[in-house]
């Protein structure tokens, strides 16, 4: 079945830096794939996803890119504001299995210091 | 606004007990998900379902057993509660169709079973 691995599991930057984060997965039949950021205390909720037909997406200080030849895809933030602290889970779908079922990384631990 | 309802925020049950987490959704989704949340761990599928008397074992389904008697909600069965179950539990729906447009997740219930 799918698997993934995310990478850092804790991140500190300065405020302004730029942050990444990457995840590799191993079903190389999955076609999409979403970022999720939990703040302390709260549900996770979808920040940026990509489809498996595109490389690259950004909204605003936020962009994610897919390299499906080396199945592994990164979320970038620019411009790093304190509020951008939580953690960050990133996922998968495997085609097999079907129902949008999503796999998902360990999670990456984003500290930004003022 | 609260689209995806758990029942209970925080629970503590002791060793044995049978334990029932509760999970509805007012958003007409068919697929549900049951994932537990370990720091470290990220987030594993216990169970999810895609429609009505429905269910899939996901990745750690040991211990636990789920109902979904109606579309919208969908239970978390414990059978007989142990410490390794310990853990936060978050339930989550989505969208059954060809493209995926993640999920929509529960606060979490935190069980701390003694």
């Known amino acids: 079945g799918e698997n993934v691995e995310q990478h850092p599991s804790t991140l500190s930057v300065q405020e302004g830096d730029s942050a990444v984060i990457k995840c590799t997965y191993s079903?190389?039949?999955?076609?999409?794939f979403p970022w999720y950021k939990q703040e302390l205390g709260k549900r996770p909720q979808l920040i940026i996803d990509?489809?498996?037909?595109?490389g690259e997406k950004k909204d605003q200080r936020i962009a994610v890119t897919l390299n499906k030849t080396a199945k592994h895809f990164s979320l970038h933030i620019t411009e790093t504001q304190p509020e951008d602290s939580a953690v960050y889970f990133c996922?998968?779908?495997?085609?097999?299995?079907?129902?949008?079922?999503?796999?998902f990384g360990a999670g990456t631990r984003l500290a930004v210091h003022p | 606004d609260v689209k995806v309802t758990q029942s209970s925020r925080y629970l503590v049950k002791r060793t044995g007990e049978k334990v029932f987490l509760e999970c509805v959704q007012d958003?007409?989704?068919?697929?549900m998900f049951w994932y537990r949340q370990d720091p470290g761990l990220g987030l594993r599928l216990i169970y999810f379902?895609?429609?009505?008397?429905?269910?899939e074992k996901g990745d750690i389904p040991e211990g636990y057993s789920v109902s979904r008697e109606k579309k919208e909600r969908f239970s978390l069965i414990l059978e007989s509660a142990s410490t390794n179950q310990t853990s936060m539990y978050l339930c989550a729906s989505s969208l059954e169709g060809d493209s995926n447009y993640g999920y929509t997740f529960g606060s979490g219930t935190r069980l701390t079973v003694v």
């Open positions: 958003m007409d989704h068919e697929n």
């Open positions: 379902s895609y429609d009505v008397k429905m269910k």
């Open positions: 996922a998968a779908e495997p085609v097999s299995g079907g129902y949008n079922k999503l796999i």
């Open positions: 079903d190389s039949a999955s076609n999409y």
């Open positions: 990509i489809r498996s037909n595109v």
